[in-house]
């Protein structure tokens, strides 16, 4: 029976701190460029991907830290992307208001505001009375209207904050026995020359032989992708995965099937076949010759 890579869920006390740690780093100049991208940008629609790249930025530097730190946790990688997410939330409310009360002098000296929540919390809800966020120069928006926009905010920045921190963890397997991310990592594209749930099945049997004769494919157009992960310490484990992209559907379908060193050496093969056929010039044809 096939088995899938799953994470540890072991972890260190110095990664949850640094993954804190730079997701607070990023959320202060990350602030300042959401506001001024949801002031400066006119169009209602494209404002909505302030907050979602805010959120993502944070959640990945939370990542990328928690991967130094060796959080191999992802209910902890959840939660420290929440954390970190909800303090970029917050300050982003801070250089929000003060962008509105001093249009000159937003960029100065937030830290005043940012330690009077009750203050802020006041500010919010006159602010929420008086309205604003208005579309095409209709009246601007006030009430449960104006709660519902800025809790829409609030849920895309929390939400792909927590995304990107849990991918960023997930992305690669972890080697316990060398206690090191596997650092080695293979690609090979395959025409979609058959239907996504027969290679899946074929993937998920480990059946590398019939993989071995898929037609190879390429990486700019639509196409199935086999990504194997390899420690590059022991060689001993290696998994698989079988990414879909095709026009408007791509996605996962295999996530980090545990392969033997035998097959791994198998796929590591095919990639130099594939390399092989790539590199092989084409042979001219005359077409009066028959």
Avoid at 7 to 35: C, D, E, Q, R, W
Avoid at 147 to 157: D, Q, T
Avoid at 226 to 236: A, I, P, Q
């Amino acid at each position: 029976m096939s088995q899938l890579y799953r994470h540890s869920n072991k972890f260190t006390l110095h990664g949850a701190v640094a993954g804190m740690t730079s997701g607070i780093a990023a959320a202060i100049p990350g602030a300042f460029l959401y506001v001024y991208g949801i002031w400066s940008i006119p169009e209602a629609k494209l404002r909505g991907v302030c907050p979602l790249t805010y959120g993502a930025l944070v959640g990945a530097s939370c990542g990328i830290a928690m991967c130094w730190g060796k959080i191999r946790n992802l209910t902890l990688a959840g939660v420290v992307g929440f954390a970190s997410s909800l303090f970029a939330l917050y300050l982003s409310w801070v250089i929000w208001i003060l962008h509105l009360m001093f249009p000159s002098f937003w960029i100065f000296n937030p830290i005043r505001l940012a330690l009077q929540p009750k203050v802020l919390w006041k500010i919010v809800m006159a602010t929420n009375a008086e309205g604003t966020w208005s579309f095409k120069g209709s009246v601007p928006m006030t009430g449960t209207g104006l709660w519902m926009v800025w809790l829409g905010e609030a849920g895309l920045l929390l939400g792909f904050g927590v995304l990107a921190a849990i991918a960023m963890v997930k992305r690669r397997p972890f080697c316990e026995r060398c206690e090191a991310w596997c650092s080695e990592r293979t690609k090979l594209y395959f025409a979609p020359t058959t239907l996504p749930n027969e290679i899946k099945s074929r993937v998920l049997a480990e059946d590398i032989v019939w993989i071995t004769k898929l037609a190879r494919g390429d990486k700019k157009r639509a196409h199935y992708r086999l990504d194997l992960h390899t420690c590059g310490n022991c060689h001993t484990l290696n998994t698989l995965s079988l990414v879909q992209n095709l026009p408007k559907d791509r996605k996962t379908l295999v996530d980090k099937l545990i392969l033997s060193a035998d097959q791994a050496a198998a796929v590591l093969n095919l990639r130099m076949n594939h390399e092989m056929q790539a590199s092989a010039p084409a042979v001219a044809v005359n077409p009066s010759i028959r």
